[in-house]
């Protein structure tokens, strides 16, 4: 998957979980940008008396870099605060739920929006914004969306911003991925799997039908471009952003036990997760080091680009598909450093590798989500994205319905190699290898307007 | 986030799960010999009178201790108080 639970600690703090990001020019409004930072992984929608929730003890940032220094030039803050109504129910809601204020929801939250500039200065830009609840289920909120409609917020100063319960919209199979390498499509051309299968198997979304918390800011692109551009080039410099996201929590935590309300938490922020672009912790960096990885800022990726240039996926796949990646192993044992995935994820992709096109940030090795945000909405987007000549899309930065999983093992098994070194033929099987889902197999529908993802699935049909 | 954030590397670097902490209130009588503070850019640096305050001892053998107040790290030696207190402890 994207994120989720993708490295050991990490993992056993879900609330602080970042799970996917994403970050695309807005096709409801092409003059800001669009970025969505879900945490709070696989969540079951039955999940009563106790629904989910972001952590009142979690700072949830979202970051933009503007200059290429991987260091923040725009960060905007999110910070939750819970409110109980009525301390003598056991409910979430002792009654429908009809409105944000409505007397018979319990357990409500809250949420400040903060801008933090490239010099440090915070700007508090809203201090209260209400959650949508979870969607516990018909009986309890007969008109789900409308209440999710009245959550999105517009601020004085421009941006749009929304906070909250949603459908997860990664499509991804992690039964078979995680069992081996299997790709269901391929099943039977697995070293293990062909003694097993001899037919092509059907890949399965292991998170259709479970929910995230989401935060959703739309912004002007004025105000993210470096110089403030309302119009750029796509070959200016400035034109390209990159964005990461970021949770943490406060350095030290004193319990009390039963005096609940005289618990400590003091210090500095320690960051606990970081999530730029999709699979580059989970997949490229090796277990021991993904936590470090989590507490580290993207100016300091260089020290993980070794993995990048030498990913243990590429090396596992000739042996994984006996005899379908024979390009790939000679690659490999030539020990070639991969020039193409360190742009794809670490530098950007400069120009003249792809027609008409860049995305790079300049020399520094970081893992940031890069969006060139001259380049327009797709009007028919692909879910292939870039591979598929489709400029406005993964990685450059990344539409919900990309299918990331399935470009990046393209990448990996050396179809962009391709792209800085034209000596190399890629292997057949690495133009025709993917997972074998799509956006479809959401089941949740994406809205067509801010915040884009689907309707959270309910607990009274999804039990 | 700040940039001072950022380049706080040993800060970052540390386990919140590793942090041993010795839970105090303010009004700890010792000179300050080093000081690192620590701040992050909208962690507001409100007054934190009466507010508690955590003092974990990270190396008893030179006295250095982390004050940690409010949204802030400060560091601080002594020796003499790290010895009253693994003396309290009986360590």
Known sequence: MSSHREAPEISKDPVADSSDL?????????????????????????SGPNFFEFGDDVLYEIHIDSNGDARPDLTYQFRFRTELRNNNTFLYNTGQIKSLDDPNWNRRQFYSVTKVDAHGKSTVLHSKLPCPPCNVGKISIPDYEKLASDAV???????KVFAGQRADAFFVDLGSIFDLGTLRPFQDKHLVGKTLFNYAGKAVNALDKLNVHS???QVPLAAVRRGGKKAVRGRDPGAVIGIWTSASRRQVQVRQGDKKNADVEVGPQVQVSRLGNPLFNEVIVPMAQKDLWNSLSPAEDKRFAGFVEKPELASLLPVLYPGLFDNLAKLNKAKTPRADLVAILLTG???????????TTGATKADMLRLNTAVPPAKDPKAFGLLAGDLAGFPNGRRIEDDVVSISIRAIAGVTFALVDQTFKPDAAAGLVEQGLSIKNVSSKLLKKFPFLGTPFDGFDNP | MSRVRYGSRAVNRLSRRRVLAIAATAGVGVSVAGVTGLSLAGETAAKDDGQPLVISLRDASKGTFDIFSGGSKTTLTDKKLAARLLKAVKR
């Open chain 1, 215 to 217: 935060i959703a800011i």
């Open chain 1, 349 to 359: 992709i400069p120009d003249g590798l792809i027609k008409d096109f860049q995305n």
């Open chain 1, 153 to 159: 917020k517009k601020l004085k100063t421009g941006e």
């Open chain 1, 22 to 46: 994403y970050a695309f020019v807005s096709p409801d409004d092409p003059d800001t940008v669009t970025i969505i930072a879900n945490y709070v992984p696989m969540q079951l929608p039955a």
